[in-house]
């Protein structure tokens, strides 16, 4: 069992940055690939970022690529999105995903883990 806690959201103001946390508890956190999704009100959740299990090799939606990162250190259990220039369309609660593979994954249905999900606000 994984158990995944994001932290870092908040409010912030177009162009401004921020990076997600997301600690993962137990000793497998290696073996697995971790993602990254949002949510928006009224809307379905959707794909942002995922990463490796080794952290070699990553995927990005086009709508944040170029914008956002994912990192991942697994000696500390924890996966990272840094966001920059941020937009009021990326305002969305963020959620951290663990799937029990080693390659980068796009679909929710995927996940094996969820955490709780951070809210991150974009004001324009």
């Known amino acids: 069992q994984v158990q995944l806690v994001e932290s870092g959201g908040g409010l912030v103001q177009a162009g401004d940055s921020l990076r997600l946390s997301c600690a993962a508890s137990?000793?497998?956190?290696?073996?697995?690939?971790m993602g990254w999704f949002r949510q928006a009100p009224g809307k379905e959740r959707e794909f942002v970022a995922s990463?490796?299990?080794?952290?070699?090799?990553?995927l990005y939606a086009d709508s944040v690529k170029g914008r956002f990162t994912i990192s991942r250190d697994n000696a500390k259990n924890t996966v990272y999105l840094q966001m920059n220039s941020l937009k009021p369309d990326d305002t969305a609660v963020y959620y951290c995903?663990?799937?029990?593979?080693?390659?980068?994954?796009?679909?929710?249905?995927?996940?094996?883990?969820w955490g709780q999900g951070t809210q991150v606000t974009v004001s324009s």
């Open positions: 137990g000793r497998t956190f290696s073996s697995y690939a």
């Open positions: 995903a663990g799937r029990a593979a080693r390659g980068t994954y796009r679909y929710a249905s995927s996940s094996d883990y």
């Open positions: 990463i490796g299990s080794s952290g070699g090799i990553t």
